[in-house]
């Protein structure tokens, strides 16, 4: 079974505060994730990571940022939420350098910007 | 980046085989075929993945083309657990980080 968790689960704010997505995985792995996906749509990856101290953007741009300084935690911020920004938010991990290396995800945040 | 195309929507009767076709005409060589499912309120889960052979697991089994150019995602006997949106996705390297990319998926329904 798949050691990825996110919280919060469910997430409401308002416009402009400051908010931290969190996750974290017991699994050791190296790479991961953080994907964006509107209801019915695609995953877009907004952000990635190799390991500690390494993050990189993704092919969506994304007003968040994100940090890894320990292996199995990548937490996620908008230093001033939007109503744009309402979205769910999936964090996922694998295995650094394996091509048939399966994605572990967790079950999401479900944000909404009021 | 190579792209995959799969029907928007498929719908399938409890207990009969469901097949979930994925076209990828632009694989290369090296890029491995996944499947991932996503259930309702749940992020994707992994279903199984090939190179070339056709592979089998305990969820699935995957047919692969002898050109690579085309997959399938067998179920069995599907249930309506297995009411999911399916993802075929091509392993792809973007700066040497080996990311996958998902597309709208098909979405199953199983008919009870």
Redesign the interface.
Known sequence: EADIYQTPRYLVIGTGKKITLECSQTMGHDKMYWYQQDPGMELHLIHYSYGVNSTEKGDLSSESTVSRIRTEHFPLTLESARPSHTSQYLCASTLQGAKGEKLFFGSGTQLSVL | DAKTTQPNSMESNEEEPVHLPCNHSTISG???I?W?RQLP??????VI?G?TSNVNNRMASLAIAEDRKSSTLILHRATLRDAAVYYCIL?AT??G?????????TRLTVIP
Not at chain 2, 41 to 46: A, D, R, T, V
Not at chain 2, 97 to 105: D, P, Q, V, W
């Open positions: 090296t890029d491995y996944h991932y309120s749940q992020g994707p889960e992994y993945h190179l392993s973007m700066g980080a080996n990311n996958l990319f998902f597309g709208t998926g």
